[in-house]
Each structure stands twice: as C-alpha cells, then as structure tokens.
C-alpha cells in the first residue's frame, strides 16, 4: 500500500522560492504519474502540476514559468519547486500518485498536506 508524505511547506515572502518535496513507499513510485494539489480555506481543491512517468511535466495556467514539478525515481521523490511566489499561492498543497496513469487521470493515493503561507 502506497503512502505519501509532503515536506518543506513555510512562511516565504512574495517573490520568494520554497522547495516542497514528497516521499513515496510502499509502491513501485517509477511507475506511477504523480501530481502536486493545492487548496485554500473555503476553496476548491485544483490540480498544480503534473509530471508523467518519463518525468514530463503539466502546469496550470496560474504557476507556468513559475513552478517546476520533478522526480528523483531512485529516492522515490517527487519535488515542487516553486519560485517568484504570490500571496494567492497560499494553500495546503498536496502530492498524489496515479497508480494507472494510462487510463483515466485519477489519484490513488494522496499525503497529508504541507501548508504554504507568502506573507510578509
């Protein structure tokens, strides 16, 4: 059984950088898509990004040029790197794995969340 868990949320000023990372185990995480969420009090969960299993990466029109999703298979980790950041960025962020990303886009497995805030 897949488990997931999300590390490196924080305070982080507008135009700053934060790193989020997510640890798999459990699975076979080289053969799964995976996927970076996010979702603010009182709003609708929304897809960030999403990297295939050759490591291709997809962006919500919101984060393009800003973020950049990857993976190091042999750590069974996914990243999110997250630069020039806005107040509107701050939300639970989630990761997920789609254990059959050939099929449907559908997530299997999901971790716990990691807060993001971009005050000052």
């Known amino acids: 059984q897949v488990q997931l868990v999300e590390y490196g949320g924080g305070l982080v000023q507008p135009e700053g950088s934060l790193t989020l990372s997510c640890a798999a185990s459990g699975g076979t995480f080289s053969s799964y898509a995976m996927a970076w969420f996010r979702q603010a009090p009182g709003k609708e969960r929304e897809l960030v990004a999403r990297i295939s299993r050759a490591g291709s990466g997809t962006y919500t029109d919101s984060v393009k040029g800003r973020f950049t999703i990857s993976r190091d298979n042999a750590k069974n980790t996914l990243y999110l790197r997250m630069n020039s950041l806005k107040p509107e960025d701050t939300a639970v962020y989630y990761c997920?794995?789609?254990?059959?990303?050939?099929?449907?886009?559908?997530?299997?497995?999901w971790g716990q969340g990691t807060q993001v805030t971009v005050s000052l």
């Open positions: 997920a794995a789609d254990v059959y990303p050939d099929g449907r886009h559908y997530y299997d497995y």
